[in-house]
């Protein structure tokens, strides 16, 4: 079942988003050469204690952090480390979340650390994250599930890979139902599956997480023997994007961003939701 937010729950839930679009600022701002990965977690939890939030990843399923932390090959759910320190010319993916009052927010986004990148790996972080801002454009009223797994998979099959051959779109993750907990119905994939049929027609209320993951080789993956780090089995390096959006009477609202997603669903076209909080 789809749970369905009112308007309050929904501001609940843009305070806990707040709360993240925080954390993503000041790991941002933290994850430079010579720092390690626990860092950024130490940063995160001090994040979190200010604004009397409360992490989500923590315990989740036994998850030892309050992010993860995801460097070059690993696609999603890296766990924070004093060994992992971060070099000039890496990526990171870092993923995170927050409660407030009972409601979930959820988000990611990769960072390039230090300078000297290869064309590339800038130009994978930027389809990943296009794709997403495709997604949640099309999380409209009256549209269904696939309508955004579709908007999602058809930006990054259309982008040129430089060097030649195809992105991989990971199949084995992909976006969520979000509320009162992290992970919720409906799951959304980042490409269509016919088999799946169209899913649920979006309406007021709705709340996914939208979370495209493309590499730059295989859309395969492994779990190391920590039984949590997915990395590609080909070794290519990988990029991970994150937003949590409730959609509304007036349209979607990206709980995750700090100005709502309005400068980026302009660019589609949209207006966003007014914000709540305003």
């Known amino acids: 079942m789809v749970q369905i937010k009112s308007p309050e729950q929904i501001a609940k839930m843009r305070e806990a988003g707040l709360v993240v679009a925080a954390i993503h600022a000041a790991t941002r701002e933290a994850a430079v050469p010579g720092a390690s990965t626990k860092d950024l977690d130490d940063v995160a939890r001090k994040v979190l204690a200010e604004h009397g939030a409360k992490s989500n990843f923590l315990g989740y399923g036994g998850f030892p952090a309050t992010i993860c932390t995801s460097v070059n090959e690993v696609v999603v759910h890296g766990i924070p480390s004093d060994e992992v320190v971060l070099k000039d010319g890496d990526i990171i993916s870092i993923d995170c979340g927050a409660i407030v009052d009972g409601w979930h927010g959820d988000a990611a986004y990769t960072a390039f650390v230090g300078s000297g990148h290869a064309p590339e790996l800038i130009e994978l972080s930027r389809v990943t994250e296009e ?70 027609k979006l309406v007021p209320g709705f709340c996914l997480a939208i979370e495209p993951m493309v590499s730059l080789g295989t859309p395969r993956t492994e779990v190391l023997s920590d039984d949590w780090t997915v990395v590609t089995t080909d070794g290519t390096w990988s990029s991970h994007w994150e937003h949590s959006v409730a959609l509304t009477e007036q349209g979607p609202l990206v709980l995750t961003a700090p100005d709502g997603g309005r400068a980026k669903l302009a660019e589609h076209g949209i207006t966003a939701a007014p914000d709540p909080l305003a």
Request: a positive charge; glycine letters at 18%.
């Open 131 to 200: 794709s997403m801002w495709a997604g949640i454009a099309a999380m409209r009223l009256g549209n269904r599930l696939v309508d955004i797994s579709r908007a999602i998979e058809t930006y990054i099959r259309r982008q040129p890979k430089p060097g030649g051959g195809k992105y991989g779109i990971v199949e084995d993750y992909g976006g969520h139902g979000i509320g009162t907990e992290m992970h919720m119905d409906p799951h959304l994939l980042n490409y269509v599956e016919r088999r799946r049929g169209k899913g649920p």
